[in-house]
């Protein structure tokens, strides 16, 4: 019996083995190469690649769609195992990143309007010009800056950068010439005026000495994907003409079928309601933490200790000044480069918001205490009252009543700055807004859409808290 077990066992073993799962992060909005299709489901070259080439090689992976610079940042963290988001080969990235084999030759190219006279980059001067950050078409792109004379501005998604060149705000901008190609042809309204140029190649990346298994493995499966044909039948299913040809009718049927919010809202109801509980989750869960924390650090302010005053004015200092986007990415990629120790993006998004909304409680935590008359405490104190009987009995119901406007406008902020947290990958609702409008271009109409879903919540919440202020000063 021992004998089977063991036989078993060891049977088990390799299975076991080979079920080991690695994090990849990619972008969200760079078709063909990673997009959210009509289902809302990711797909894309670089998606269906990493998938084949994990089936071949026997490992499994967590394609995490959280924006290129996220991905980027998150595997220099160590949240993450590799990058695969149509990453060009660069010598700059290469001294942090090891590559695997090229799997996809690309260049650089310059689109405008499709009406637009700009045909070289000589007629760019005193221009602005779009690019997306992190990109190495932007990286191009800044090499000719100094010397056509030409202004840039920087866009964290292709969606955004490509509306500024079509609505006229930007003459033109710079893109991987596939990615552009196929955009064109599935319905952008711009024109390429340049050829390729400074020819590269995308891989897959990981950090410079790690994860060289995965790294061996990934050139490995590439090298039988493209024995075997199925490498180039996942490059034809997205780049032959039959294929974009294809995606220009469903996109262009999309736009008949769903040109208004009404239609809008039926086809993207699902995602858009999954970004809204994310939101929702996002809100209270921190909206709860940061009152805590908040009124604690408020507390820890007016307390008759000149350390703990102290301390609570210089927390107060710290988070409140810094920006919340660097607080987001500090917490989500900085602490975790120190500690070796990985955050998830939520809870990475909750310490966020309870640390700087919590900042701005205690504030005004501790100026509706300090608001009190000092006579109050006296009075309280010579009947015979403890400081904390005093503070609990006299002092905070009174400074409570003033407190409670700030409190409102606070949940309302703390709802609104949620949106900030899609730059560590959270699909809230503002990221989801970006995703669909990759795949609609409706980008009026979805924003729309979004900013309506914000006034409802808001509105919501000030009611809420309204009915609680009035309860309290009954």
């Known amino acids: 019996m021992s004998l089977i077990a063991f036989v078993c066992l060891i049977g088990v073993s390799p299975a076991k083995a080979a079920e080991k799962t690695y994090q990849i992060g990619t972008d969200v909005t760079y078709p063909p190469f990673e997009f959210a299709n009509s289902n809302n489901k990711y797909v894309g070259i670089d998606i269906d690649l990493m998938k084949a080439i994990a089936k071949t ?74 690019l997306k950050t992190g990109t190495a078409a932007a990286t191009y792109a800044e090499t000719l800056k100094s010397k056509y004379g030409f202004k840039t501005v920087i866009f964290d998604d292709s969606d955004n950068m490509y509306n500024d060149v079509t609505t006229g705000n930007s003459v033109a901008c710079f893109e991987d010439n596939p990615v552009m190609q196929y955009a064109i042809k599935t319905g952008l309204k ?62 262009s049927t999309a736009q008949k079928s769903n040109h208004t919010f009404i239609g809008l809202l039926k086809q993207n109801k699902n995602t858009l309601l999954t970004g809204l509980g994310k939101t929702i989750e996002l809100t209270l869960v921190s909206i709860i933490c940061a009152t805590l924390f908040g009124i604690l650090l408020g507390l820890l302010g007016v307390i008759p200790s000149k350390l703990a005053q ?71 104190r010579s009947l015979g009252l403890s400081f904390g009987k005093s503070m609990r009995k006299i002092i905070l119901p009174q400074g409570l009543r003033m407190m409670i406007p700030s409190f409102i406008n606070q949940f309302i902020i703390t709802l609104k700055d949620t949106s900030i947290l899609s730059i560590i990958g959270i699909l809230e609702l503002t990221q989801t807004g970006k995703i669909i409008i990759a795949r609609n271009l409706e980008g009026f109409r979805i ?17 809420l808290s309204k009915l609680i202020e009035h309860k309290i000063n009954k």
């Open 190 to 251: 711009l024109k390429i005026v340049t050829k390729p140029a400074q020819g590269g190649h995308y891989g897959f990346a990981v950090m410079k000495g790690h994860n060289q298994e995965l790294l061996s493995k990934f050139n490995t499966g590439l090298k039988k994907l493209k024995k075997n044909g199925q490498y180039n039948k996942i490059i034809n299913k997205y780049l032959d003409s039959s294929a974009t040809k294809k995606q220009q009718k469903e996109n």
């Open 57 to 130: 090689e026997d490992f499994k992976v967590n394609i995490k769609a959280i924006g290129f610079n996220a991905a980027v940042q998150s595997m220099q963290s160590g949240q993450i195992d590799g990058v695969m988001a149509g990453m060009a080969i660069t010598p700059e990235r290469q001294e942090k990143f090891d590559f695997s084999d090229p799997y996809y030759k690309t260049g650089f190219v310059m689109a405008v309007a499709k009406k637009s006279h700009i045909q070289n980059f000589n007629q760019l001067r005193g221009k602005r010009v779009a």
């Open 310 to 380: 102290g301390t609570s004015v210089t927390l107060i200092y710290i988070l409140r000044g810094l920006p919340l986007l660097v607080l987001a990415l500090f917490i989500y990629n900085g602490i975790p480069s120190l500690t070796g120790t990985k955050i998830s993006a939520f809870t990475a998004g909750i310490i966020t918001l309870s640390l700087n909304e919590g900042a701005y409680t205690a504030a005004f935590v501790k100026g509706g205490i300090e608001a009190v008359d000092t006579g109050q405490m006296e009075a309280a």
């Open 447 to 463: 924003w729309t859409i979004i900013a309506i879903i914000y006034l409802l919540l808001i509105t919501i919440l000030t009611w």
